[in-house]
């Protein structure tokens, strides 16, 4: 069974770009979450679908960045326009079940992000 | 609001030696611990966690974590240590309506020959 995977593993781009990182969840993960570690520093949540829907989005830094999970399958996140903070590693996660029941969140390779 | 500390951002031991990687959690609830691994330039990967029932956790590479509520910690054990074990490990804990997943600052652990 395949994994989450992520695309681009590594992308570098120019402040001012935009770039678009894609996720594809586990089969039949109806939760999906975005995560990013930027300079070393601790994984920080920031975003949750369920389904196509937002569950949370308290962790997206600001409007330069859009997620979107059209059709409850694969999601995207855009960053645009890019900076120099942008850099860091985005992590792509799902689960099976919405709730309580210490269900495992598996994780992608992660995309590599480098803006400069 | 639930958190994690890790003690130490870098813990160094000699191969086979014992590894010990500590995690204290808060939680206002009973809480779901995970202990999650990063080798380099790779994802994470899931070493073990802790739901409910037995509150010692044995993980994959020989790993494992006891669940202490008094102390509220879940530290992360091996006997013997491998130089396949140097990555960093995260602990995390699931919160928010179990649906969010917090995570520690990380350790990253060395493994000298």
């Known amino acids: 069974e395949a994994g989450v995977t992520q695309f681009p593993s590594h992308s570098v781009i120019e402040k001012g770009q935009t770039v678009t990182l894609r996720c594809d969840p586990i089969s039949g993960h109806d939760n999906l979450y975005w995560y990013r570690r930027v300079m070393g520093k601790e994984i920080k949540f920031l975003l949750h679908f369920v389904k196509e829907s937002k569950q949370d989005e308290s962790g997206m830094p600001n409007n330069r960045f859009l997620a979107e999970r059209t059709g409850g399958t694969y999601s995207t996140l855009k960053v645009q326009p890019a900076e120099l903070e942008d850099s860091g590693v985005y992590f792509c996660?799902?689960?099976?079940?919405?709730?309580?029941?210490?269900?495992?969140?598996?994780f992608g390779e992660g995309s590599w992000l480098t803006v400069v | 609001a639930q958190s994690v500390t890790q003690l130490g951002s870098h813990v160094s031991v000699s191969e086979g030696a014992l590894v010990l990687l500590r995690c204290n959690y808060s939680?206002?609830?009973?809480?779901?611990l995970f202990w999650y691994v990063q080798y380099p330039n790779q994802g994470l990967q899931l070493l073990l966690k802790?739901?409910?029932?037995?509150?010692l956790v044995k993980g994959i590479n020989g790993f494992e974590a006891e669940f202490k509520k008094s102390e509220t910690s879940f530290h992360l054990t091996k006997p013997s240590a491998h130089m396949s074990d140097a990555a960093e490990y995260f602990c995390?804990?699931?919160?928010?309506?179990?649906?969010?997943?917090?995570f520690g600052t990380g350790t990253k652990l060395q493994v000298i020959p």
């Open positions: 802790y739901t409910t029932g037995a509150t």
């Open positions: 995390a804990v699931l919160s928010g309506g179990y649906q969010k997943v917090t």
């Open positions: 996660a799902s689960s099976q079940d919405v709730g309580g029941s210490g269900n495992t969140i598996y």
């Open positions: 939680s206002s609830v009973p809480p779901y």
